[in-house]
C-alpha cells in the first residue's frame, strides 16, 4: 500500500515553493512618494533639527537613492520648506478657524486651544516650527503665524480700547504680548505636558484678561519714580 501525503508535508512544500519565488514590491507613484519623503523628513527635523539631519538619512529610512529626493525637493532645503510651508499654513488655518465667538474673552479662550491643540495633537510639527532653521519656506515660520494672529488680536484689541477710552494706538503692543505669553507658554507646555491643555488655556485667558480689564490709562513704573 502506498504512503499517502501528509497534510503537513503537503504544506512544507508548498511554503518552500512560495519561499523561493521572488517578493514583489509595490511601486509608488510619484505623489506617494513624495508624500513619504515629506512625512519621514518632517519626523528627522523635529527629533534633530534641519542641520543635524541629512539626506542621506532621510533616503534611508524611505529606502531610496538620494537622487530621488534631489528629483522631488531639490536638496535638504527644499525638503525643509515644504515641511515648513505645510505645518505654517496648518497652525495658522487652525487658529484662524477657531476665532468664532464676538467676545474677547472668548476669543482669548480659542486661541490659547487652538494654540494647544496644536502642539498636543501635531506635536512633531510644532518642534519643527520652534527650532531655529536658516532656510525661510514661502509661507513664513512659527513667528510669521504668531505676527498674523497677533495682527488679528490687534484689530480686537483697538476697538476695545477705543470703547474704554484707552489709547488704540498701543493695540498692537498689547497683541504682540498676549501672543507672546501664549506662544512661549506653548512651548513650555510642549515639555512638560501638565497640567492638561483646558487647563493651562484657563489659567493663560485668566492673566491676560483680568490684566486688560484693569489697565492703567497711563501705566508708570515704580522703580523709577521719584527719580
Known amino acids: 500500500m502506498a504512503d499517502v501525503p501528509s497534510d503537513e508535508g503537503a504544506a512544507g512544500r508548498r ?13 509608488m507613484s510619484a505623489a506617494q512618494r513624495r508624500e513619504q519623503l515629506i512625512s519621514i523628513g518632517r519626523q528627522l527635523f ?14 534611508s ?6 537622487p530621488v529626493i534631489y528629483e522631488h525637493f531639490g536638496g535638504k532645503e527644499g525638503l525643509y520648506a515644504v515641511v515648513v510651508d505645510r505645518e505654517v499654513r496648518a497652525l495658522l488655518d487652525r487658529i484662524t478657524t477657531a476665532l468664532t465667538a464676538g467676545h474677547p474673552r472668548e476669543l482669548l479662550e480659542q486661541a490659547a486651544l487652538a494654540l494647544l491643540g496644536y502642539i498636543e495633537e501635531e506635536t ?19 513667528s510669521s503665524v504668531m505676527n498674523d494672529v497677533a495682527h488679528q488680536v ?22 504682540q504680548a498676549l ?7 506653548g512651548s513650555w507646555w510642549l ?3 501638565k497640567p492638561r491643555k483646558e487647563t493651562v488655556a484657563a489659567h493663560l485667558v485668566n ?20 527719580r
Open 15 to 27: 511554503r518552500a515553493v512560495s519561499a523561493t519565488k521572488p517578493t514583489s514590491r509595490v511601486r
Open 46 to 59: 523635529a527629533e534633530r533639527g534641519f542641520d543635524a539631519t541629512s539626506i542621506e538619512e532621510v533616503a
Open 61 to 66: 529610512r524611505a529606502k531610496v537613492s538620494k
Open 124 to 142: 512633531s510639527g510644532f518642534r519643527v516650527l520652534v527650532r531655529e532653521s536658516p532656510v525661510m519656506s514661502a509661507a513664513g515660520n512659527f
Open 154 to 175: 490687534e484689530h480686537i484689541l483697538g476697538a476695545e480700547f477705543s470703547s474704554r477710552g484707552y489709547d488704540p494706538k498701543l493695540a498692537e503692543l498689547y497683541s
Open 179 to 185: 501672543v507672546g505669553m501664549v506662544a512661549l507658554t
Open 191 to 193: 515639555e512638560v505636558r
Open 207 to 226: 492673566l491676560s484678561w483680568n490684566g486688560l480689564s484693569h489697565l492703567e490709562a497711563k501705566p508708570g513704573l515704580i522703580t523709577v519714580r521719584g
